[in-house]
């Protein structure tokens, strides 16, 4: 599988505040960011799959969720992540 557990305590250990901070808007947004990386080379490949199609517009609309939400109680952490996970050019 491509994303075991232990690749998961590896993106909240570098994103979160430890291995177990699984809540934190940057962790999950780092989650996210990763699957979505995974499901955009799939559809590469497999571009009639739907379902995964509207899986991965999913995932991105629950990513631009939480940038939203942490654009609006704190712009400083959006920033940091933004810029640590390089999504806008």
Do not use: C
């Amino acid at each position: 599988m491509y994303l075991d557990s232990a690749k998961k305590a590896e993106l909240f250990e570098k994103y979160g505040k430890s291995a177990t901070d699984t809540g934190s808007p940057e962790s999950q947004i780092a989650l996210f960011t990763f699957r979505i990386a995974h499901l955009t080379e799939h559809l590469k490949q497999n571009r009639k799959d739907f379902n995964t199609s509207r899986s991965l517009k999913m995932l991105v609309g629950k990513r631009r969720r939480l940038l939203d939400y942490l654009i609006r109680t704190d712009i400083e952490r959006y920033r940091a992540i933004i810029k640590e996970l390089g999504i806008r050019r």
